[in-house]
């Protein structure tokens, strides 16, 4: 494989979307508090549950496990491990379900079939979902969402 064609990740991008993605997380890691769980409503009638849970607590990082309720049995739903590093202000996706440890670039074609650029799909992903949920979810804790703020 030639260097021209070799995947390059794009390093800037990947670092905006963790710094949103953290921007994201602040809500819920507040509603949480010293809870080590939290768990979200999403749509009316026969609502959906996502669960956050804290996995590790420590002065500079935390690291969470975000999962939706599977849709259909036919469809597991989205489980995400998350880092968030305070002092950096990053949120980066380390682990996604059903996959183990998310790397930065793999080779392609690979026997799992995962994409070149699987990181920044996994964190763009995770920034969709958490705008969707605070936009969408609720929960019976205090309230998570303050009025007139976008989430920091």
Same mark, same amino acid.
């Given at each position: ?7 390059? %990740? ?10 949103? =993605?953290?921007?994201?997380? %602040? ?7 010293? /809870?080590?769980?939290?768990? %979200?409503?999403? *749509? /009316? ?7 956050? /849970?804290?996995?590790? /607590?420590?002065?500079? #990082? ?31 996706? #380390? ?14 074609? =690979? ?18 979902? %958490? ?5 969408? *979810? ?10 007139? #703020? #976008?989430?920091?």
């Amino acid at each position: 494989m030639s260097n021209a064609r070799r995947y390059r %990740l794009n390093f800037r991008d990947l670092m905006a979307q963790c710094e949103s =993605n953290y921007a994201r997380l %602040l809500p819920f890691i507040r509603a949480l508090g010293e /809870r080590d769980s939290l768990d %979200l409503a999403l *749509g /009316r009638g026969r609502p959906r549950t996502v669960h956050i /849970r804290v996995l590790e /607590r420590s002065p500079y #990082t935390t690291t969470l496990r975000l999962q939706d309720q599977a849709l259909h049995d036919a469809m597991p739903a989205p489980r995400l491990t998350v880092r968030l590093y305070h002092d950096a202000r990053l949120a980066e996706v #380390t682990e996604a379900s059903p996959f183990r440890r998310v790397q930065a670039r793999y080779p392609y074609p =690979n026997s799992h079939m995962h994409q070149r650029d699987e990181k920044a799909q996994w964190n763009r992903f995770l920034g969709e979902w %958490l705008a969707h949920v605070h936009d969408h *979810g609720r929960d019976a804790a205090p309230p998570w969402r303050r009025s007139g #703020t #976008t989430g920091d």
